[in-house]
């Protein structure tokens, strides 16, 4: 069987063992996977798109032997075999439970189920019996809510399921969902440690289970972590290290892993969106905007991820597009998160920010833990001047995600408002611990060591240095570097600086007050030490602007043509009559 067959029988298998357990995202993610592999060219003619491929039956049980090893592009990996379903027929109890759930009525599901035994069954109910207690604990953070959605609400159901679980466990009795259950009650209470185990030994004993992988991701803090975990060599341990990877901002890394999977899975979507979410982090907004729009191509009707997209046009100042776009997915499904915050994103393009934060808290009705809402509301109340809203806005979503740099960053520009510089610096240097190659938060943590408070410059230049070497594409380090150094009396040093800002202005086609200053500078640090030759190639180009400048430059070059032919400048007011 090749490789690719290999991944569409274990998929297609998946599919119908994740649905029959309603873990339906799982599902969706191993489905959009299956139509994104690669067709066999000899089984397959042209005519055939991805979207035309047919349909096959998926029979009820697989056999453990019909499984060899999945390899995807000629890497060999350890073969696991798809589970076999339980031979105990789970019957019509089970069908109905499974109504139940379909219908969000868990407790009623859980009861139907309570006296079976199969093991879909006691997953089931498990499952069931979770998702009432988080849908009881929504609605008492709605009732018992305090400042921001702040509340104490806990599900109530996490005692007793992980008591049962983990003496399935200990008996040997416990199935890989069941792990996957078990180790999100241990992370939900705090046991980082054992929930890692469980979940580890979930994915090894089922691999396909995509929910478990995101759950164990989350729970990858670190990369001693991550390469501590004893995993099985299959397939979707890629996927699972390029998307670790990236939340540990390793992005080279995790772009070289889904490049790596798209050998086989071509088609994916999944993949053209984790992609471009890596090339965002890297700052590369031309490639992002052009892999959303062949996504949107692709699929009309696609609303997730799309907020990233709207976050690239917000920062091109894409107004049109913006527009299109909030309007594409408000007619797909406006009580989405991500087309809240899309919507939110165009109305503070706009400058409209009161009817922004409008959106992100819709978005954040409908998912309090949507941590982009969160961020962006922060942003909005900043822009606002409701520093106060601003920062607690940002700290739940630190509290969401200790590792989100953008909070961290906000936070520091909040206290600066504020004029409390010592608090900025401690949230800026935590922005720049989370995202080093981010030349805007070595910029702004320079700007708060110039404060009159602080007055660091010796700090701020190693902050300008380090934004200059991470790509300053605001064009901010270089001159600022070449000022500091003009007031600390380095003459030499800022004329490095300022012609490295001259020669990228001249690069970029610019033109502005810091082309004058560079060249006005230049020019007569070059003339002091009689580099007459480049003074005078600066006060020609100064020539060309209007205002003081220009007849500063034209003193300049007739004092010295007059120091250059050798006779000393004549005092008109005592010229003899």
Not at 26 to 33: C, G, I, N, V
Not at 507 to 512: D, I, K
Not at 522 to 550: I, N, Q, S
Request: charged share 25%; proline share 3%.
């Amino acid at each position: 069987m090749s490789s690719r067959e290999s991944c569409r029988h274990e998929l297609r298998t998946a599919i119908r063992q994740l649905s029959d357990r309603c873990l339906y995202s799982a599902s969706k993610w191993a489905a959009e996977q299956l139509v994104g592999i690669e067709l066999d060219p000899a089984k397959y003619t042209p005519a055939n798109t991805r979207f035309q491929r047919g349909s096959s039956s998926i029979r009820r049980r697989f056999r453990t032997n019909e499984i060899t090893s999945t390899p995807v592009a000629g890497v060999s990996y350890v073969s696991t075999p798809v589970m076999e379903e339980d031979e105990i027929v789970d019957g019509d109890f089970y069908l109905l439970a499974k109504s139940y759930f379909d219908c969000r009525e868990y407790r009623r599901a859980a009861h139907v189920l309570r006296d079976q035994n199969g093991k879909k069954s006691v997953f089931l109910r498990c499952y069931a019996l979770y998702l009432a207690g988080e849908k009881r604990k929504e609605e008492e953070m709605i009732e018992l809510e305090g400042p921001l959605g702040k509340s104490d609400a806990v599900n109530r159901e996490l005692v007793s399921l992980e008591r049962e679980l983990s003496t399935f466990r200990k008996n040997g009795t416990i199935d890989p969902f069941c792990l996957y259950l078990y180790g999100l009650v241990l992370k939900e209470k705090g046991s980082e440690n054992l929930a890692r185990t469980v979940l580890v030994e979930s994915v090894n004993s089922y691999p396909w289970n995509w929910n478990a992988w995101s759950e164990l991701q989350s729970l990858c803090t670190t990369i001693d972590i991550l390469n501590s975990l004893n995993l099985n060599n299959h397939w979707m341990k890629d996927f699972f290290l390029a998307g670790a990877y990236h939340e540990l901002r390793m992005h080279s890394e995790s772009l070289t892993k889904y490049e790596h999977l798209q050998s086989t899975f071509s088609f994916s979507n999944y993949i053209q969106a984790q992609i471009a979410k890596a090339q965002y982090s890297l700052r590369e907004f031309e490639q992002v905007e052009v892999i959303f729009e062949e996504l949107l191509r692709i699929d009309p009707y696609r609303v997730e991820d799309m907020d990233m997209y709207s976050n690239v046009l917000y920062a091109k100042e894409c107004f049109s597009a913006l527009s299109y776009l909030a309007h594409r997915v408000f007619m797909t499904d406006k009580y989405r998160p991500e087309s809240c915050c899309i919507i939110g994103n165009y109305y503070s393009l706009k400058g409209q920010h009161e009817k922004s934060v409008v959106y992100f808290r819709r978005a954040l009705k409908l998912n309090k833990n949507y941590l982009s809402a969160w961020t962006l509301m922060g942003h909005e109340y900043v822009e606002m001047k409701n520093t106060p809203a601003a920062v607690d806005a940002y700290r739940r979503a630190v509290d969401i995600n200790p590792c989100d740099y953008r909070a961290w960053y906000g936070l520091g520009q909040a206290y600066e408002m504020m004029h409390l510089p010592f608090y900025a610096l401690h949230y800026f240097r935590k922005s720049v611990f989370l995202q080093p190659n981010d030349s805007r938060l070595w910029i702004a943590m320079a700007q708060c060591y110039e404060t009159e408070q602080l007055h660091m410059l010796e700090e701020a230049i190693k902050c300008y240095r380090r934004a200059a070497n991470c790509n300053d594409r605001e064009a901010i380090a270089l001159n600022q570097l070449a000022k500091l150094h003009k007031e600390l009396g380095r003459d030499e040093e800022a004329a490095f600086y300022y012609k490295k800002d001259l020669e990228r202005m001249e690069a970029e086609e610019r033109e502005g007050p810091n082309m004058v200053e560079a060249l006005m500078f230049l020019a007569t640090h070059c003339r002091a030490h009689d580099r007459f030759e480049e003074a005078e190639v600066y006060c020609t180009r100064l020539l060309d602007y209007t205002g003081p400048e220009k007849e500063t430059a034209k003193s300049m070059l007739r004092g010295m043509r007059i120091a250059q032919s050798g006779f000393p400048p004549m005092d008109i007011e005592h010229f003899p009559p």
